[in-house]
């Protein structure tokens, strides 16, 4: 049974973490005509929605207000954290909330006239946990740390 899960686990990949509906729900909590753009790259570096990847400068600004994995509670709650903050991720003038609604992206400061730069905000999504392309990383870890603690409770 143990050696199942632990294969299960590592298996599957990060992505089975990722929560897909969010941006339609994004859509709906901010009576968007159509979802977000940016779909999962709203959130994710790269948009690869896994484990430790939830780290846009939008993506951060969530976390920091409550965001959870698969919790829509938790996302409206974050939304209308940033739109009563007018938080403005990318320093570029323009609050997160009203970007998305205008179809912008949170993430890149953009002029008013919809032009990159000049906001003084940073594009960059800033420190990265886990860095391109080792989105598996952080998984397969948890993955090797769950089999170690299963492992230990076995031999008990």
Same mark, same amino acid.
């Given at each position: 049974m143990v050696r199942l899960l632990t294969a299960s686990l590592v298996l599957t990949g990060a992505a089975a973490f990722a929560s897909p509906v969010y941006p339609a729900d994004i859509q709906t909590h901010l009576s968007l005509s $159509? @979802?977000? @753009?940016? &779909?999962? &790259?709203?959130c994710h570096v790269n948009g690869v929605g896994a484990v430790g990847t939830a780290n846009t400068l939008f993506g951060k600004a969530m976390r920091a207000q409550g965001l959870v994995l698969e919790n829509p509670t938790s996302l409206n709650t974050a939304l209308d954290a940033l739109a009563?903050?007018?938080? !403005? &991720? #990318? %320093? #570029? /003038?323009?609050? #997160?909330? !009203? +970007? =998305?609604?205008?179809?912008?992206?949170?993430?890149? $400061?953009?002029? $008013? #006239?919809? /032009?990159? *730069?000049? /906001?003084?905000?940073?594009?960059? @999504? *800033?420190? =990265?946990?886990?860095?391109? %392309? &080792?989105? +598996?990383? @952080?998984? =397969?870890?948890? %993955?090797l740390g769950v089999l170690v603690l299963l492992r230990r409770r076995e031999r008990s």
């Amino acid at each position: 049974m143990v050696r199942l899960l632990t294969a299960s686990l590592v298996l599957t990949g990060a992505a089975a973490f990722a929560s897909p509906v969010y941006p339609a729900d994004i859509q709906t909590h901010l009576s968007l005509s $159509a @979802p977000p @753009p940016q &779909s999962c &790259s709203l959130c994710h570096v790269n948009g690869v929605g896994a484990v430790g990847t939830a780290n846009t400068l939008f993506g951060k600004a969530m976390r920091a207000q409550g965001l959870v994995l698969e919790n829509p509670t938790s996302l409206n709650t974050a939304l209308d954290a940033l739109a009563t903050a007018k938080t !403005d &991720s #990318d %320093g #570029d /003038g323009m609050s #997160d909330i !009203d +970007e =998305l609604k205008a179809g912008r992206d949170p993430n890149v $400061a953009d002029n $008013a #006239d919809g /032009g990159t *730069g000049g /906001g003084g905000g940073s594009t960059s @999504p *800033g420190a =990265l946990t886990y860095g391109c %392309g &080792s989105n +598996e990383v @952080p998984f =397969l870890a948890t %993955g090797l740390g769950v089999l170690v603690l299963l492992r230990r409770r076995e031999r008990s």
